[in-house]
Every structure is written in C-alpha cells, then in structure tokens.
C-alpha cells in the first residue's frame, strides 16, 4: 500500500529532523541547515528544490546565453544608432556648407556690384 504524500509543513518538518539528526560534524548537515530557508521557500512555492551543482551550472550557463544575446542586441542595435547619427551629422555638415558657399557667392556679388556702382 502506498503512503500518502506529506503535507509541505511535514516535508519543511522532515527537513528539520535530517537537519538535527545530522547533526554539525555530518557532511550534510551544516549544508542542509545553510540552504534551509531556500529550501522551506521553494517547498512552500511549489517550486522543485535545485540542489545539484550540475542543474545550478546548466542555469548559470543558460543564463549567461541569454545576457550575450541580449548584449549583443545592445551592441547591434548601438551601432545602428551611431551609424544613423553620423549619417545625419554628414548630411548637416554638406547641407552648412553649400549654404555658406551660396553666402560666399552671394557676398563676392554684393562687394562686385557695390565696386562698379
């Protein structure tokens, strides 16, 4: 026959009398007792426990994964925004000087006209 689940407050309960009967000159124990708010946290959320290093590695790698992507976004989408902005500091720069060579233009007639008068 099988045993019922327990309850998460005797599970939480269990964890405090592995914690306790380890004692602190156990291997676990002092572990147990260190990740023991984490775990009662999980436990009460629903959430599995990660305890194995292997499964906080592959999360710390997958993590890492997604912080370049984004970075690389960042990285992309900046390059995009300098490259627009000197696009349009080009053509204010081309645009300034054709007007000041119209100005330029404009004065040689003047000071000529006012030369002849």
């Given at each position: 026959?099988?045993?019922?689940?327990?309850?998460?407050?005797q599970e939480i309960e269990i964890l405090?009398?592995?914690?306790?009967?380890?004692?602190?000159?156990s291997y676990l124990?002092?572990?147990?007792?260190e990740i023991k708010a984490?775990?009662?946290?999980q436990i009460r959320s629903d959430f599995y426990p990660i305890i194995s290093l292997s499964?906080?590695?592959?999360?710390?790698?997958?993590?890492?994964?997604?912080?370049n992507a984004d970075a690389e976004k960042v990285r992309v989408y900046s390059e995009k925004a300098?490259?627009?902005?000197?696009?349009?500091l080009e053509k204010a720069r081309a645009d300034l000087s054709s007007a000041?060579?119209?100005v330029a233009r404009r004065a040689?007639?003047?000071?000529?006209?006012?030369?002849?008068?």
């Open positions: 026959m099988n045993k019922p689940n327990p309850s998460k407050s405090e009398a592995a914690i306790a009967q380890l004692g602190e000159n124990g002092p572990w147990l007792k984490e775990l009662e946290a499964e906080a590695k592959a999360q710390a790698s997958a993590i890492i994964i997604a912080a300098v490259d627009e902005q000197v696009r349009r000041l060579f119209d040689e007639w003047l000071a000529n006209s006012v030369s002849v008068a």
